[in-house]
């Protein structure tokens, strides 16, 4: 069981359901309502960790990680983003929480030049939502649009499964031919192990509905401790290929962490 998280309240924090406040390793008055890392250090916590205040207190979900440069005396340190879930607030002076993760944190980005301007609404991404939280127990999901530009999306992978710790990643569209799809490209950039058991999964139940399928070039593989797959760009297409491969994610997080069970007993 993790040790119990120590931060410290400058003044008492009043929170209503979904407010923000953040937690940091140095002081940094800029930042209000905040709460400072005891003993300076604040431990690993990934998006999707759930905070439980043992003096009583709404319960605090992360939803953001980043790192925050030093500037005059205050020194470099990290900054996690987190949110109130119901009503209530913390005192004044230390306060103490329970670390638990029970679900698991998505993201979801979609690919699209005309989709990032605002262009054309995105239909796609919110199918990997839902269609993600009726196989999976979602403890948070994020969501993400941006052009089909690959330096922009192999930066945002690289957030999102090393700085934020998100569990699985899932990318929708840019996995064709036309000159602008290079997801593919892009995400092979940042994976460390190919899931070809994912790819051939996913075209397997593409091909049976349309033969067109055999033109998608979506990879799948692992970056840090994230799942990451590509999708294609059609929300009908996105429930047909995540259905193929989502009873395998849990398993294969904890593969990926090293869980040491016989996998032959699923």
């Not at 205040?53 to 992360?62: H, I, K, T, Y």
């Not at 899931?195 to 139940?205: Q, T």
């Not at 760009?233 to 009873?247: C, F």
Request: glycine share 12%; charged share 15%; hydrophobic share 45%.
């Amino acid at each position: 069981m993790p040790h119990p998280l120590h931060l410290v309240a400058d003044t008492a924090i009043p929170l209503a359901a979904g407010d923000r406040l953040h937690l940091v390793e140095t002081a940094a008055p800029e930042l209000f309502p905040h709460l400072t890392a005891g003993g300076g250090r604040l431990p690993r916590l990934t998006v999707g960790t759930r905070l439980s205040p043992a003096g009583g207190g709404p319960d605090l979900l992360v939803v953001g990680v980043c790192s925050r440069p030093g500037e005059g005396d205050v020194p470099a340190g990290r900054v996690v983003a987190a949110k109130a879930l119901a009503d209530g607030g913390l005192p004044a002076g230390a306060n103490s929480f329970h670390i638990e993760k029970t679900g698991l944190a998505l993201a979801w980005i979609t690919l699209s030049d005309k989709g990032s301007q605002g262009l054309r609404v995105d239909a796609a991404g919110p199918a990997i939502a839902e269609t993600c939280a009726a196989a999976l127990p979602i403890a948070l999901a994020q969501g993400h649009i941006i052009p089909d530009e690959p330096r922009e999306l192999t930066a945002l992978l690289v957030d999102l499964a090393i700085t934020q710790g998100f569990d699985l990643v899932v990318t929708t569209g840019g996995t064709g031919l036309s000159p602008r799809d290079t997801t593919p490209e892009a995400t092979l950039a940042v994976l460390e192990k190919r899931l070809p058991g994912f790819e051939a999964a996913m075209l397997a139940a593409s091909l049976a509905k349309t033969k067109h399928a055999m033109l998608s070039r979506a990879v799948a593989g692992t970056l840090g401790q994230a799942i990451v797959v590509n999708v294609p760009g059609s929300p009908k297409a996105v429930r047909e290929t995540l259905a193929a491969i989502l009873p395998a994610i849990p398993h294969g997080l904890d593969k990926l962490r090293g869980d040491p069970a016989d996998c032959g007993q699923g």
